[in-house]
């Protein structure tokens, strides 16, 4: 069972939604129940912009809202709340999405081999490509040579051993 507390709450919102997400679902925790002017007044954000942002969370299940009327204002308000359970089950499949991932590129770097000229903004070539191109880099003339990625692979393999621990 994965339990979090506030500031990964909100840690998980800012990967999410970005750093103004964020500030919204701390006030939202702060205060449930603001209406999405309160919310811009007091981070001094346009509404239109919390607005959007507020139904980019609520898209996600992440914030619910409550429809009430001002009978001094003669207007419907939107009252927010954050869901920090929900927030849990994104950032489950967040993290499952970013492990598929991490598997094809495994997958990828383990059934084949790779050439390089060593030079920084190159590009990798497969074995075939680099037989092609007489083992010499397109973009730059470099030598290609044989490319270990094993601390690559090693280091993808341990932080997908991690993921999967989270995901437990
Ligand atoms: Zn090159």
């Known amino acids: 069972m994965m339990v979090i507390t506030n500031e990964e709450v909100l840690a998980i919102v800012r ?12 006030k939202l925790l702060k205060k449930p129940g603001l209406s999405d002017e309160e919310v811009a007044a007091a981070l001094e954000i346009d509404v239109k912009q919390v607005r959007k942002i507020l139904h980019q969370l609520s898209e996600l299940s992440l914030v619910t809202y409550e429809q009430t009327f001002d009978k001094k204002e003669n207007k419907r308000v939107f009252r927010w709340r954050l869901q920090p359970e929900q927030v849990i089950g994104v950032a489950k499949s967040q993290i499952q999405r ?3 991932r991490l598997r094809l590129i495994r997958e990828q770097i383990t059934s084949s081999q790779f050439y390089w ?13 680099s037989f ?10 470099g030598q290609l040579n044989y490319h270990d990625h ?16 989270i995901l437990k």
């Open 150 to 165: 094993s601390e690559l692979r090693d280091a993808i393999e341990k932080k997908i051993r991690e993921l999967e621990e």
């Open 98 to 100: 970013i492990l598929e």
């Open 15 to 26: 990967v999410i939604g970005g750093e103004q997400a964020a500030q919204i679902a701390q």
């Open 117 to 129: 000229c060593g030079n920084e903004r190159c590009r990798k070539y497969t074995f075939e490509e």
């Open 132 to 141: 092609d191109k007489f083992f010499t880099c397109p973009s730059c003339g």
